[in-house]
């Protein structure tokens, strides 16, 4: 009885261990954009994806990768049978609650802990959040590097220079400040005290709807 136990759990070990190491690997010839891997003890992810053959010479694997914890951005090539461990990064739903010097605090949306976030982990995008909006957090093994506000935001505007009703010019646009300090650029027919206005938070820190 003993030597069928040991038997199987020895079988069962052996094909867990084979399924998860090539389940945490990537080979580079399968990898998708958004994939995210470590190279070189670093974390990366691949933003732009091309497989060339050329007319001579072994094909290979055109990338472009960024650095999820720096954000830099590094043109790569590779063999397509490369392979490189799978980067498992951790995004935790959480909610900015409020700000202490250059710590801001966040609650675990399910374990309610509070944990603080220095002020140069957060990234440029932060200035578009306000209290008590909820963000993803990111870590990797355990250090928070990132965080990602929402996709889109509503706030209100305090201070742009008076609106015209008439004026709907799609390319038309002014400076105005919102509640959390962000300058951005407006309609004209936007004025002061405005809510909802909708935000992305990526690269177009511009009005969307109003």
Do not use: W
Not at 39 to 66: L, N
Not at 131 to 148: A, I, R, T
């Amino acid at each position: 009885f003993f030597f069928f136990f040991f038997f199987f759990f020895f079988v069962f070990f052996f094909f867990f261990f084979f399924f998860f190491k090539q389940k945490t690997a990537y080979e580079i010839s399968a990898c998708l954009v958004g994939s995210e891997m470590c190279i070189r003890d670093s974390v990366y992810s691949i933003i732009e994806f091309q497989h060339v053959k050329p007319g001579k010479g072994a094909a290979f694997v055109r990338t472009k990768i960024r650095n999820v914890i720096t954000g830099a951005v590094t043109e790569k090539t590779f063999n397509p049978n490369d392979k490189y461990p799978s980067a498992y990064i951790e995004k935790k739903d959480m909610q900015y609650l409020y700000v202490d010097g250059d710590l801001y605090y966040f609650m675990n949306l399910e374990s309610y802990e509070q944990i603080p976030i220095n002020k140069s982990v957060l990234g440029d995008n932060f200035k578009f959040v306000n209290e008590n909006m909820e963000c993803k957090v990111l870590s990797y093994k355990g250090n928070v590097f990132g965080v990602e506000p929402p996709l889109f935001v509503e706030l209100k505007v305090t201070k742009t220079d008076p609106g015209f009703k008439g004026d709907t010019a799609t390319n038309a646009t002014k400076p105005a400040i919102l509640e959390t300090g962000a300058e951005i650029k407006v309609p004209l027919f936007i004025e002061e005290g405005d809510i909802p206005v909708s935000y992305t938070h990526l690269t177009l820190p511009t009005i969307c709807s109003v």
